[in-house]
């Protein structure tokens, strides 16, 4: 992965990124046999979806410019932990596991990009080469962390530190994904390039 030109990182893309990830929280192939616990599982991302678009316009109302950045910095931490938790409720897989990852990344790049099942079908192959889906992946020689190995200098110029990125595949896929966007224009042109260059 190599350098973000001038990124800009805000609640608002939060916000519809997690909306969308709740209102696909339960699928034909995710849910269980158990039509009980997926009518449960449906209320419940229902539920989230509507408290999170009531939390995106909020969020958007309020002003920001005129606080330093380090305090703008951590309200926005401190606001999207809370939206963080309620997603992983609502999956169906267990967080911290690529299955989890990778259900967050479908809903995410299908929401953000609208990159279909080709697409991600080329995510999950170069993140797959890349880390195996684990969030918590490094590679320190290379200077390059998480699901995507992000460089540091990408990571910091979102306004966050490698701390919270490693504990946060959630962070690691929008990044990972905009870099996917900004540099190759989908993830199919990105796995191309890696299968190339052994890079991307």
Not at 9 to 17: I, M, P, R, V
Not at 18 to 38: I, K, N
């Amino acid at each position: 992965m190599s350098r973000v030109l001038s990124p800009t990182f805000h609640t608002k893309a939060w916000a519809s990124a997690l909306v969308a990830v709740a209102a696909m929280a339960v699928t034909p192939a995710m849910a269980s046999a158990d039509e009980t616990a997926t009518a449960t599982a449906t209320a419940a991302a229902d539920d989230f979806r509507a408290a999170l678009l009531h939390r995106s316009m909020t969020l958007e109302s309020a002003s920001q410019a005129s606080k330093p950045a380090a305090k703008r910095v951590a309200n926005f931490t401190a606001r999207t932990e809370a939206a963080i938790r309620a997603t992983r409720s609502a999956s169906l897989f267990r967080w911290g596991t690529p299955a989890y990852a990778k259900w967050y990344a479908k809903a995410h790049i299908a929401s953000r990009y609208n990159w279909g099942s080709k697409q991600f079908g080329c995510l999950v192959s170069l993140w797959n080469r890349e880390s195996h889906w684990n969030f918590q992946s490094t590679n320190r020689r290379g200077h390059v962390f998480g699901i995507p190995q992000t460089k540091v200098s990408n990571i910091n110029e979102f306004g966050i530190g490698l701390a919270t990125y490693m504990k946060t595949p959630e962070l690691q896929v929008q990044i990972g994904s905009r870099y996917i966007s900004y540099r190759y224009g989908s993830p199919c042109a990105a796995l191309d390039h890696s299968h190339r260059h052994g890079w991307y």
